[in-house]
């Protein structure tokens, strides 16, 4: 039996890359310059979406000035107004950074307040999303809104409404979530694109080298020196 897993991420790729190239580039823009201005690289995602946020955060290849923001409930309360109030008065979010959300339908107010934080102390804030799925839903947040529309930028994640899109004779619902695969695709494309444009301007990108190659420790620890007053607390 044909598996159409491998089928549908080649589909879901090839779209992201025809319909996403221009938000990937607005993105990358503002990450460049949160980069350049000594800012931090934030994400964050509730529930199955934290695996969007760690795709960006503290790993090989990726940039070194990053932080998962990591809510101590793990997102058991996303649904109820008021907790991300009250937890973004902990979070050390700046006006040179850039927060990443990533939500498949954006309704709930934890991600949403969030958002909302993020924009009253002057980050920019980047959105991963099914914009399909969203805007077929109502906001379950007192403002009436979606957590796109918040947004500086919206990163389109393509995938179908319910997230999962493989369909199985005899099944009675389709299985195989995407979201985490194209979440992924956007964030590592944003990430090369943010380098390619610091590199124009003769600026070296602050990366991770791997652990596992020689002197790749030392080269990191040296980074992660001067950001470290900014990554190891909320």
């Known amino acids: 039996m044909e598996n159409n897993v491998y089928h549908c991420v080649i589909q879901l790729v090839q779209q992201l890359e025809s319909s996403q190239k221009e938000a990937v580039e607005q993105a990358a823009r503002l990450f460049a310059e949160a980069l350049k201005n000594g800012g931090m690289l934030q994400a964050f995602g509730s529930g199955h979406s934290q695996a969007g946020a760690s795709e960006l955060c503290f790993r090989a290849g990726g940039f070194i000035?990053?932080?998962?923001?990591?809510?101590p409930a793990g997102g058991a309360y996303?649904?109820?107004e008021g907790v991300g109030r009250q937890f973004m008065k902990k979070v050390d979010?700046?006006?040179?950074?850039v927060v990443v959300l990533i939500s498949n339908s954006g309704r709930n107010p934890l991600p949403i307040e969030i958002a909302i934080g993020a924009k009253e102390k002057g980050a920019k804030v980047i959105v991963i999303t099914s914009l399909s799925a969203s805007k077929k839903l109502t906001s379950k947040h007192s403002s009436g809104k979606l957590l796109y529309e918040f947004a500086d930028v919206v990163l389109d994640n393509c995938v179908a409404d319910g997230d999962a899109?493989?369909?199985?004779?005899?099944?009675?619902?389709?299985?195989?979530?995407?979201?985490?695969?194209?979440?992924?695709?956007?964030?590592?494309?944003t990430v090369c694109r943010t380098a390619q444009l610091l590199l124009e301007e003769g600026i070296v990108p602050p990366v991770f080298k791997s652990q596992n190659i020689d002197g790749g420790a030392e080269y990191n620890d040296a980074l992660l020196a001067q950001y470290f007053d900014r990554m190891?607390?909320?």
């Open 65 to 71: 000035p990053t932080k998962q923001i990591k809510e």
């Open 78 to 80: 996303e649904g109820i």
């Open 232 to 234: 190891y607390h909320i």
């Open 93 to 97: 979010v700046r006006k040179e950074d």
């Open 165 to 189: 899109m493989i369909e199985l004779e005899g099944l009675d619902t389709k299985i195989c979530g995407m979201s985490a695969i194209t979440t992924a695709v956007l964030v590592q494309a």
